[in-house]
Protein backbone atom coordinates (compact mmCIF):
# COMPACT_ATOMS: atom_id res chain seq x y z
CA UNK A 1 0.00 0.00 0.00
CA UNK A 2 1.54 3.45 -0.62
CA UNK A 3 -0.25 6.46 -0.15
CA UNK A 4 0.57 9.85 -2.01
CA UNK A 5 -0.87 13.28 -0.67
CA UNK A 6 -0.83 15.52 -4.28
CA UNK A 7 -1.93 18.97 -4.61
CA UNK A 8 -2.86 19.44 -8.31
CA UNK A 9 -3.27 23.44 -8.59
CA UNK A 10 -5.96 24.69 -11.14
CA UNK A 11 -4.80 24.81 -14.65
CA UNK A 12 -2.93 21.98 -14.57
CA UNK A 13 -2.96 19.39 -17.03
CA UNK A 14 -0.78 16.15 -16.86
CA UNK A 15 0.33 13.49 -19.71
CA UNK A 16 -2.16 10.75 -20.14
CA UNK A 17 -0.50 7.73 -18.31
CA UNK A 18 -1.32 4.33 -16.30
CA UNK A 19 -1.20 2.90 -13.24
CA UNK A 20 -0.56 -0.37 -14.16
CA UNK A 21 -2.30 -1.19 -11.07
CA UNK A 22 -5.50 0.22 -9.49
CA UNK A 23 -5.50 3.36 -8.11
CA UNK A 24 -7.73 4.20 -5.52
CA UNK A 25 -8.36 8.48 -5.37
CA UNK A 26 -10.01 10.33 -2.27
CA UNK A 27 -10.41 14.17 -2.59
CA UNK A 28 -10.70 15.78 0.36
CA UNK A 29 -11.12 19.10 -0.28
CA UNK A 30 -11.90 20.62 -4.02
CA UNK A 31 -11.89 18.97 -7.30
CA UNK A 32 -10.23 16.83 -9.35
CA UNK A 33 -10.84 16.14 -13.00
CA UNK A 34 -9.66 13.65 -15.50
CA UNK A 35 -9.46 13.22 -18.71
CA UNK A 36 -10.07 9.63 -19.87
CA UNK A 37 -8.51 7.88 -22.89
CA UNK A 38 -8.97 4.47 -24.72
CA UNK A 39 -6.11 3.28 -27.03
CA UNK A 40 -6.02 2.60 -30.68
CA UNK A 41 -2.97 1.02 -31.45
CA UNK A 42 0.30 2.97 -30.69
CA UNK A 43 -2.12 6.37 -30.02
CA UNK A 44 -4.38 7.25 -27.40
CA UNK A 45 -7.96 8.75 -28.32
CA UNK A 46 -10.01 10.96 -25.82
CA UNK A 47 -13.34 9.57 -25.16
CA UNK A 48 -14.70 10.88 -22.00
CA UNK A 49 -14.28 13.59 -18.46
CA UNK A 50 -14.41 12.82 -15.08
CA UNK A 51 -14.73 15.26 -12.13
CA UNK A 52 -14.40 13.81 -8.60
CA UNK A 53 -15.39 16.60 -6.20
CA UNK A 54 -14.95 16.06 -2.03
CA UNK A 55 -15.83 14.44 -0.05
CA UNK A 56 -15.86 11.69 -3.30
CA UNK A 57 -13.56 8.96 -3.72
CA UNK A 58 -12.48 7.51 -7.03
CA UNK A 59 -11.60 4.21 -8.18
CA UNK A 60 -9.50 4.08 -11.53
CA UNK A 61 -8.61 0.37 -13.28
CA UNK A 62 -5.37 -0.57 -13.74
CA UNK A 63 -5.75 -0.12 -17.49
CA UNK A 64 -7.73 3.32 -17.42
CA UNK A 65 -5.27 5.74 -19.05
CA UNK A 66 -5.84 9.42 -17.95
CA UNK A 67 -4.69 12.39 -17.65
CA UNK A 68 -5.46 15.05 -14.41
CA UNK A 69 -6.99 18.29 -15.82
CA UNK A 70 -8.03 20.96 -13.34
CA UNK A 71 -8.14 23.06 -16.16
CA UNK A 72 -11.73 24.01 -15.46
Do not use: C, F
Amino acid sequence: LTIYQIEGPPGLLGPPHDHATVAIVGVYAGTEGYRVYRREGSRVVETTRIEVNAPDVAILRADLVHAIDNTT
